[in-house]
């Protein structure tokens, strides 16, 4: 069946340095990608997202690109920020319908 | 647009005890879903409406849970019997059905704690 594997957490950082959560999956046919963000005490928030093979999906410094031959769709930034601590949900998807998440990768950005 | 509302934030009940959240949507959207979220996990697919029907239920849904969106607006979820396993993050996420350009919008979830 579907299913998303992403790396276990927590990533722990510096402030402005390289950030990368990997993201694996497992569909058939053509899903959609996304990375959602929790932030502490709120709502899961869309992030980025990518819905076909090589799209890239960005969003607040934040890229991740739909790889279908490697079946990733790896988070990246260049330069982390205090602010972007929070827990990171890659995700697929076939237009709109249910949703099937990783488990969730907590990042904590140190000053 | 005050984004996709649940009720209660916070439920404590009971083993036995049965509960009822509250989801409202936002407004314009015809797709409704639950999910479960237990700690350290991602969340679990639950159930979806479209309107008032209900398209989908996951094999997690026990024969304890029911959902309902009548008039294809606000949703609830009960859960009757609760058992210490029910104990989670229940969210709502809702959605505009536009293919691949649609994105689901999520609530704050509801805490639920079964003691």
């Known amino acids: 069946g579907n299913s998303v594997t992403q790396m276990e957490g927590p990533v722990t950082l510096s402030e402005e340095a390289f950030l990368t959560i990997n993201c694996t999956y497992t569909?058939?046919?053509?899903?959609?990608l996304f990375w959602y963000v929790q932030y502490p005490g709120e709502g899961l928030q869309l992030l980025l997202k990518?819905?076909?093979?090589?799209d890239k999906g960005s969003n607040k410094g934040f890229e991740a690109t739909y790889r279908k031959e490697t079946t990733s769709f790896h988070l990246e930034k260049g330069s982390v920020q205090v602010s972007d601590s929070a827990v990171y949900f890659c995700?697929?998807?076939?237009?709109?319908?249910?949703?099937?998440f990783g488990t969730g990768t907590r990042l904590q950005v140190f000053p | 647009d005050t984004g996709v509302s649940q009720d209660p934030r916070h439920k404590i009940t009971k083993r036995g005890q049965n509960v009822t959240f509250r989801c409202d949507p936002i407004?314009?959207?015809?797709?409704l879903y639950w999910y479960r979220q237990t700690l350290g996990q991602g969340p679990e697919f639950l159930t979806y409406?479209?309107?008032?029907?209900?398209?989908?239920k996951s094999r997690l849904l026990s024969d304890r849970f029911s959902a309902e969106r009548p008039k294809g607006s606000f949703s609830t979820l009960e859960i009757q019997r609760t058992e210490q396993g029910d104990s989670a993050m229940y969210l709502c996420?809702?959605?505009?059905?536009?293919?691949?350009?649609?994105?689901?919008?999520f609530g704050q979830g509801t805490r639920l704690t079964v003691v």
């Open positions: 569909a058939t046919g053509y899903p959609s």
């Open positions: 996420a809702s959605s505009l059905r536009l293919g691949e350009d649609a994105e689901a919008f």
């Open positions: 407004s314009e959207h015809n797709r």
């Open positions: 409406f479209q309107n008032e029907a209900q398209l989908e």
């Open positions: 995700a697929l998807g076939y237009n709109t319908d249910k949703l099937i």
């Open positions: 990518a819905t076909k093979a090589d």
